[in-house]
């Protein structure tokens, strides 16, 4: 079946950036978006891509996509405490009703 | 706009209970979907409604998990005769298609089932 990878943990300094990374195997999906997620709570759409583009930018999260390599990355830039959280990559799925399929997060822990 | 609510936010029940769980979704949106999520991992498709037709359901879901969307605008989930490994945080999403395909899930804040 479809599925999404991400690495697990990533610890950054505040004031770094944080660069998170997913691969994917569904090479004919449209739309790839990031959630964060924080304890106890539901799941925050971050930002998304279209398929047909290379870069987008939203104030502090710049996502990239190489659809070739199908490599998803977001990077946040003056990573911040607040940012400390579970980070989903998730793909809508082109195969059915446009259900996604996550990844199982990055946890991003920020450090003074 | 308040958003997708779900309802009780946290149930503990001892196994072989049945359970049910109710998710509001944002009042335009004709699309729910409902999600599992198990520690450590990522959200897992269960079920997907367009208005009220249920049109999708996952190998995830057995012959105990019953979902319904009987008017269109909230649904439940049902899980009968509980097992542990029915523990997870039960996520609802809706959304509504937009210009060309694009379609945004917005998810509610989950109901956290512990079966002992």
């Known amino acids: 079946g479809e599925d999404v990878e991400q690495s697990l943990f990533l610890s950054v300094r505040e004031g770094d950036s944080s660069v998170i990374n997913c691969t994917y195997t569904?090479?004919?999906?449209?739309?790839l978006y990031w959630y964060k997620q924080e304890p106890g709570a539901g799941l925050q759409l971050l930002t998304y891509?279209?398929?047909?583009?290379d870069m987008k930018q939203d104030q502090r999260l710049t996502v990239l996509l190489n659809k070739k390599d199908k490599h998803l990355s977001l990077r946040i830039a003056d990573t911040q405490t607040g940012d400390s959280a579970i980070y989903f990559c998730?793909?809508?799925?082109?195969?059915?009703?446009?259900?996604?399929?996550f990844g199982a997060g990055t946890r991003l822990a920020v450090h003074p | 706009d308040t958003g997708v609510s779900q309802d009780p936010r946290h149930k503990i029940t001892k196994r072989g209970q049945n359970v049910t769980f109710r998710c509001d979704p944002i009042?335009?949106?004709?699309?729910l979907y409902w999600y599992r999520q198990t520690l450590g991992q990522g959200p897992e498709f269960l079920t997907y409604?367009?208005?009220?037709?249920?049109?999708?359901k996952s190998r995830l879901l057995s012959d105990r998990f019953s979902a319904e969307r009987p008017k269109g605008s909230f649904s439940t989930l049902e899980i009968q005769r509980t097992e542990q490994g029915d523990s997870a945080m039960y996520l609802c999403?809706?959304?509504?298609?937009?210009?060309?395909?694009?379609?945004?899930?917005?998810f509610g804040p989950g109901t956290r089932l512990l079966v002992l």
């Open positions: 891509i279209f398929s047909n583009m």
């Open positions: 009042s335009e949106h004709n699309r």
């Open positions: 999403a809706s959304s509504s298609l937009g210009a060309g395909a694009k379609e945004t899930q917005y």
């Open positions: 409604f367009q208005n009220e037709a249920q049109l999708e």
């Open positions: 998730a793909v809508q799925f082109s195969g059915g009703y446009n259900k996604l399929i």
């Open positions: 569904d090479s004919s999906s449209t739309y």
